[in-house]
């Protein structure tokens, strides 16, 4: 059994109001990330973390409930150090409501395969496409194929220590690519520029940088990879959950 983070956001910073309780056809969104959760047979405490509107719904549905934080990195912590004697636990947001028992149980089981301290999954344009067209999504092009991030993670809660300097300095210039692309340094820039950067080049680096093991699982699994962060988003969500 592993517990479970669920980030359910802040009014302050969405562009969907409530975004996690917003109503999907009959239900909050965050329903389907629980339910879907719950449903894998293998997780087993839920933290929600959200703000006070969210802790009315965790209620009705026996789940734990911590408020949020203005920013995503200040939620993150929470939510580890909630779990943190735990000697794994899965970090996802609230608002992949495609999401289903099958990818968080294939998720977690390669990661548990692989024990690194870290897993985070992607997935190809391909599959991404195929299964949604038509939604917009950022891809990088890799040595070994274009994949976009997912919205789940695997993490060893005793590493957030020796991450935090790191983490500060992603999120204080998350808006200048520029200076977050100096931290991996020339080597990797000039691969990726000269498209032989690889998924092992990126791995070795972040180990390497924060001192854990930390592994990309190539998932094939769309709903893993397709968040409704934006009102238009959310029309597709309502045809496709329909």
Do not use: Q
Request: glycine share 8%; hydrophobic share 45%; proline share 5%.
């Amino acid at each position: 059994m592993i517990n479970a983070v669920i980030l359910a956001g802040n009014n302050e910073t969405e562009k969907i109001p409530g975004k996690a309780l917003v109503d999907i056809n009959g239900r909050p969104m965050l329903s389907y990330v629980v339910d879907a959760a719950k449903s894998t047979g293998i997780v087993d405490k839920i933290l929600v973390v959200g703000n006070m509107e969210t802790s009315e719904f965790c209620d009705a549905r026996g789940l734990e409930f911590t408020p949020g934080a203005p920013d995503i990195l200040s939620n993150i912590i929470k939510g580890i150090n909630w779990f943190a004697d735990d000697r794994r636990i899965i970090i996802m947001t609230g608002d992949i409501p495609y999401i289903t028992s099958d990818a968080i149980k294939d998720f977690i089981g390669k990661s548990e395969w692989i024990g690194a301290d870290f897993c985070y999954p992607i997935i190809t344009r391909d599959n991404c496409e195929r299964k949604f067209p038509g939604a917009k999504r950022t891809y990088v092009t890799l040595r070994d194929g274009t994949f976009t991030g997912g919205n789940i993670f695997y993490v060893n809660p005793s590493i957030v220590d020796r991450c935090m300097t790191v983490l500060n300095y992603v999120v204080d210039n998350r808006k200048n690519p520029a200076k977050i692309a100096f931290l991996f340094g020339p080597g990797l820039i000039f691969a990726f520029l000269f498209k032989y950067l690889s998924i092992e080049m990126i791995e070795n680096k972040v180990c390497g940088m924060l001192d854990i093991t930390a592994k990309a699982i190539i998932s094939d699994y769309a709903e893993i990879g397709n968040d409704v962060d934006k009102p238009e988003d959310l029309i597709m969500a309502k045809v496709i959950l329909a």
